[in-house]
C-alpha cells in the first residue's frame, strides 16, 4: 500500500499540453509499478499508460500513444504523466495508481489517489 495524491490537473484549450505529477508516501516508491488512469461522467475508469519499478518499462493505451509519456523521479517519489496534444475527448478525472507489476496496474492497481481533473475545451 502507498498513499498517492495527484495535481496539475486544469482547464485547457485542445492542442494545448499539461503535465501530471503524483506524489507517493512511503520510502519504497521505487518497488512500486505506477499508472495513470482516467474516468469521464458515466463512463467507466480508463487506462492511460504505466511505467515499471525503475522506469525501464512502459505502457500506453492506444488512444494516448504519441501524444502523453509517463516518467518516474523515485528521488521524489514521484511519477509524471506529460499530455501534448490534448483533445476533448481527454477531459476527465485523472487518477494515479499502483502496483507491483504493470500488468497488476493495468489490471487492479492496489492503491489510487484521489484524482485531479483534466477538462479540455474545443
Known amino acids: 500500500q502507498v498513499q498517492l495524491v495527484e495535481s496539475g490537473g486544469g482547464l485547457v484549450q485542445a492542442g494545448a499540453s499539461l503535465r501530471l505529477s503524483c506524489a507517493a508516501s512511503g520510502r519504497t516508491f521505487s518497488r512500486y509499478s505506477m499508472g495513470w488512469f482516467r474516468q469521464a461522467p458515466g463512463k467507466d475508469r480508463e487506462f492511460v499508460a504505466a511505467i515499471s519499478w525503475i522506469g525501464g518499462a512502459t505502457s500506453f493505451a492506444d488512444s494516448v500513444k504519441g501524444r502523453f509519456a509517463i516518467s518516474r523521479n523515485n528521488a521524489k517519489n514521484t511519477v509524471y504523466l506529460q499530455m501534448n496534444s490534448l483533445k476533448p475527448e481527454d477531459t476527465a478525472v485523472y487518477y494515479c495508481?499502483?502496483?507491483?507489476?504493470?500488468?497488476?496496474?493495468?489490471?487492479?492497481?492496489?492503491?489510487w489517489g484521489q484524482g485531479t481533473q483534466v477538462t479540455v475545451s474545443s
Open positions: 495508481a499502483a502496483g507491483g507489476t504493470i500488468a497488476d496496474v493495468t489490471t487492479a492497481p492496489g492503491s
